[in-house]
């Protein structure tokens, strides 16, 4: 699980922080960049493939880790995309979701990362970078209604019916996998009744909803995702800090061209069924 904490002594192993890159293609600072920052497609800079779209939490974090005068940002769509960007050489650095403090592995990344598709041999994680996740339930407000606030979520807990009325009318959710886990108590206590549709990201999940303008429909989709992808896509927030654990993190990876196929012939393709643990401490061999 990933909790950020004062010192890397702290942490657990699997989560000890990789930011020593040997190869850094400059030199790769921490940057307190805010979005939104458009894409650059200047071909003297080094490009970062992230999973997009634009305000994902991987754009937050592409960007918290990358100076935006020195690099141009390339949204994905899947994370696969991030990995095929990097092997091919057509982003210098790549950047994904790995882990998050609520509810453990991004199932995709572990995946690529232990060899289930074994088609980026070269790809290695050389850095990492942490984002605080609060996410937020986002779709077409009511005329007049204010976003739900955590405190209007906690007095909830003591109403002795335990629910509550406001999302009745939202049938559809959409969000990425990792998300349903970190909002466990919001949804089973408001929005239990909705379906739940996965997408690639949370801000694809976001645009995904502001795309719908039939009448009649708008107000029964949303999202779960960054304010930020809100703002980007014309929604309004519902819901704020709709997390069950204050403090929810992801860790995400930093991804660079290995420089051999020698070092990538080191490592055994795994079997298709292997757990979780296992696959993480495949992955660990991929850390430089
Ligand atoms: O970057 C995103 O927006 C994602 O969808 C990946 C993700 C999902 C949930 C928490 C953090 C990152």
């Not at 990789?18 to 400059?26: C, E, G, L």
Request: glycine letters at 6%; hydrophobic letters at 35%; one cysteine or more.
């Amino acid at each position: 699980m990933v909790q950020k904490p004062p010192s890397s002594s702290q942490q657990h192993p699997l989560l000890q922080r990789h930011n020593s890159d040997p190869n850094p293609i400059s030199d790769i600072s921490m940057s307190n960049s805010t979005l939104p920052v458009r894409e650059r497609n200047n071909m003297s800079q080094p490009t970062v493939a992230y999973l997009g779209p634009r305000a994902s939490y991987t754009h937050q974090a592409a960007l918290q880790k990358f100076p935006t005068d020195e690099y141009a940002f390339q949204p994905q769509t899947e994370i696969r995309d991030v990995f095929e960007a990097v092997q091919s050489g057509k982003a210098q650095r790549g950047v994904v979701p790995f882990e998050n403090s609520t509810n453990g592995l991004v199932a995709m990344t572990g995946d690529l990362l232990a060899g289930r598709y074994w088609y980026h041999p070269l790809v290695r994680v050389c850095g990492d970078e942490y984002v605080s996740v609060r996410h937020c339930l986002v779709g077409r407000a009511m005329p007049g209604v204010p976003p739900m606030t955590r405190k209007d979520y906690a007095e909830g807990d003591q109403d002795p019916a335990g629910h509550r009325t406001e999302f009745l009318h939202v049938h559809e959710l959409y969000s990425h996998p990792q998300a349903w886990g970190q909002c466990e108590k919001f949804l089973g206590k408001h929005l239990s009744h909705a379906s739940r549709c996965n997408e690639s990201s949370t801000a694809a999940s976001a645009y995904l909803v502001s795309l719908e303008d039939t009448p009649g429909r708008t107000l029964t989709m949303a999202a779960i995702a960054n304010p930020k992808a809100a703002e980007e896509f014309g929604l309004d927030v519902l819901a704020e800090d709709i997390n069950d654990v204050m403090g929810n993190q992801t860790r995400f990876l930093v991804l660079r061209k290995g420089e051999t196929k020698e070092e990538a012939d080191d490592l055994e393709p795994t079997t298709r069924f292997q757990v979780s643990i296992e696959m993480q401490e495949r992955a660990q061999d991929r850390f430089l």
